[in-house]
Structure formats: structure tokens, C-alpha cells
């Protein structure tokens, strides 16, 4: 099943492939929702992907977007940047801060994935816990100070952290809540409870070459 976002396609819009739960994914579509960029939205499952994703992007990780011209653009964050460049009517770049999001993308996803998944890993997860709230514990110290990360308005870095953090905190919910993380957790409350969050977390058929399965 193809989807669009806010206006009718046409045969010129891009595509994007995308995995409902992958938070890459997920803040690529929070960019491209707000910037009312239509896309024709193809689900995939991550364990069968379609000979024209992996065309695309050999690489095969979610998400990818095909621009109309052939070009792809296979990086979530450049998803984002494209997106709001041409179109950014609540300026989410104004609360941009590459360097956070690339700690984000790096150290926390690094404590991230070898908490969550620590039967993968060697490593103890309940070290990779620890070393994640203590990165959690900047956000909330900056939360202290401001309403969003990058301001008083929620913004880029907000979108392109949230599903991460969001990630953490469900792997142990009971746990995650009894931290000291008031600020975090109503920030993350507030995103998750949200339109924009409801709307691009909708459930879709899996695509597959052309046919939805």
C-alpha cells in the first residue's frame, strides 16, 4: 500500500522506503511530514527486502529515499536537512545541533543497541544502561534550561533524538520511569502523544516490487 504525505502524487515525487519501528525511519518520516514533502511510501520488512530498495541503496538499511531525478538520498539526517530545506513552515532548522545528533547517532545508539539487544553482545547491557541515562542526563540538564533541545520551539534536534530516546525507554519502562529523568519523560510524553508522531507511526502493508503483500 503506497502512502502520501499532506497532497496528491504525482508521478514525479520521490519514493521512500521505510520500516514502521526503525527510528531512522521514523525521523526521516517526522521531516518529511512536516514539510508536507509527498513521497510514495513503501513498507518493507527489514528480513525480505525488494530487489528495487537494495537497486537503490546496496547497503539495504532503511530508510531511502529515490529522488524523482534518480538520486538517493540513504542517510535518515539528510533525509531530514532535504526535506526541510525546501520546505520548513515551523522551522524546525532553527533548533538544528548537528553536534548533538551526531553524539546521538554515535555514543548513544552504540549504549542503545547493546542494551536492547544484549543477548547479541558480549558486552554487559546493564553497563550500556548506565553509560545511556548518563548521555540522558545532559538532555536533561538542557531541558532544564530551555523547553525543547534546540530552543523554545521543537525542532530538528528534537525530531532527530526523540525516537532514539523513545527506543530506550520502552526496553525497560518500569525502570526507565523510576529515573530521575522528569524533564526527558515529559518531553518524551509530549512526542509521543502527538499528531504529528500518531501520523507518521500509522500501519501499512509491506510493499513488495510494486504489489503490497
Known amino acids: 500500500m503506497s502512502g502520501r504525505?499532506?497532497?496528491?502524487?504525482?508521478?514525479?515525487?520521490?519514493?521512500?522506503?521505510?520500516?514502521r519501528r526503525c527510528p531512522y525511519a521514523i525521523r526521516a518520516r517526522l521531516a518529511l511530514a512536516v514539510s508536507r514533502t509527498?513521497?510514495?511510501h513503501r513498507e518493507v520488512k527489514l528480513r525480505d527486502k525488494p530487489a528495487e530498495m537494495l537497486a537503490a541503496s546496496p547497503k539495504g538499511t532503511?530508510?531511502?529515499?529515490?529522488?524523482?531525478?534518480?538520486?538517493?538520498?540513504?542517510?535518515?539526517?539528510?533525509?531530514?536537512r532535504w526535506a526541510l530545506a525546501r520546505n520548513d513552515p515551523e522551522d524546525w532548522l532553527a533548533g538544528d545541533d548537528a553536534a548533538l545528533i551526531a553524539t546521538n547517532d554515535g555514543a548513544f545508539k552504540h549504549h542503545l543497541d547493546r542494551y536492547k539487544y544484549a543477548d547479541r553482545y558480549t558486552d554487559d547491557g546493564v553497563d550500556h544502561r548506565a553509560a545511556g541515562l548518563a548521555m540522558l542526563g545532559v538532555l536533561e540538564a538542557r531541558l532544564s534550561e530551555r523547553a525543547y533541545l534546540g530552543g523554545e520551539r521543537f525542532g530538528l534536534a528534537d525530531a532527530a533524538i526523540l525516537p532514539f530516546v523513545r527506543q530506550f525507554a520502552a526496553v525497560d519502562r518500569a525502570w526507565f520511569a523510576a529515573q530521575d529523568l522528569?524533564?526527558?519523560?515529559?518531553w518524551l510524553g509530549e512526542f509521543v502523544g502527538s499528531e504529528l508522531f500518531e501520523r507518521v507511526m500509522g500501519v501499512r502493508e509491506v510493499w513488495r516490487g510494486g504489489t503490497a503483500a
Request: glycine share 2%; net charge negative.
Open 62 to 80: 532503511v530508510p531511502i529515499l529515490v529522488l524523482p531525478d534518480g538520486a538517493v538520498i540513504d542517510e535518515s539526517i539528510d533525509i531530514m
Open 182 to 186: 522528569a524533564r526527558v519523560s515529559a
Open 38 to 40: 509527498a513521497v510514495e
Open 5 to 19: 504525505f499532506f497532497r496528491s502524487l504525482t508521478l514525479t515525487d520521490p519514493i521512500l522506503y521505510s520500516f
